[in-house]
């Protein structure tokens, strides 16, 4: 994966990034598709000597949307796939990269972990985040929708080539959506710091990103054009968010995507609005908590000492729900919709998925049940 942070069109060559290939998809986002940036890049492609395919905008990234994409692709002869926007049209490029040289198998078994995609190729894919927060520039994972139930799944397909960061492009991003966009990022970074093998190069790596993130998020908002703010955050989406953390420790995912079906979120507020609660949970299930400590102290500003866990939790939420409010973030999930009051509603969408397997604790359908309803009712307790 290569990364390019630039300005300008002019400063990327195209032509040379592609050498001989002719045919490009480019998944947009719809805001991107609108706006002025997108006929300058479509102009500079083509007069790279590309021959451009657009698809259509989208909202989430449905499976249909994958193999609609895969189609396109076989028929046009694609050679190369450009996703430009958030999480969804980065990762709806790269499972159609993917897809698109394994037609023998459904896409759907690729996203279950009913077949592997370990040793497979995929179409060259370039990545251009408009939205930093997910990462997904620089990951090999894609996070997919399934039209029928709504459930989100995923795997890793393969990393892009390229990624071209140009803070220009999200300069005209809505406050509020600059603000999830980039807690959502600070989200998934706790995440990984909070799983962290003992490590102090790891630690203070996620240290100084987490606190870049709120630093600049902060200045973000003062100034909507300070493009010096804004271009940290697009280096700490595509830099920080990778193979940080150990295998097979407690994360929510795809616990999140319980709560979108659920309560019809999309994935920030999901997230979001989870982290307390699975910070409460894991935390109280883990013997060792000395990352936790140092979480609450360094990022939180909660100091430890001589305090019983239970209430150095408590000073942490509290701590974490005045930084939520700051950004405007939703702190439970009753915030954002109505509580639909269907335990066994919510126990069959968990039951649908395969088995989560944690070794902190033991995870079953009802332990992460209380989880989503405890986040409804901001149940801190």
Known sequence: MIAVFAFSTVLVNWRTLFKRLKNLAIVPTGSFLASEH????EQALTNAGLQIICMNAVKQPLLSKVNEGIKI???KKIEAVLGIGGGVSMDLAKAIAFGALHTNVPMEKFLTYEVSTEGLSMLPVVTIPTNPMSGSETNADVQITLDDNGLQVGCGVGKGVFTWLNPEYIVSLPTHILAYGQMTA?????????????????EHYAEASMTTILECLRCSLADENDTDALSTPLLNSALSLNDLGREGEFVPYPLQSFAQRYLCLDYPHALTGLFPYWLKEIYRASVDKAIFYRYFSEILGVNADDKDDDTLLQEALTALKKL???????????????????HAKLVRIIDSFRSMLCRIMPLTT????????????RNLN
């Open 186 to 202: 600070f989200v998934q970074l706790s995440i990984n710091y909070l799983n962290l093998t003992r490590s102090p190069l790891a």
């Open 73 to 75: 692709c076989i028929e």
């Open 324 to 342: 939520y409010q700051e950004f405007g973030i939703a702190f439970s999930y009753g915030e954002l919709a109505n509580d639909p009051q269907n």
């Open 38 to 41: 997108y006929a300058k890049l």
């Open 366 to 377: 009802e332990r992460m049940a209380k989880m989503i309803e405890d986040a409804i009712v």
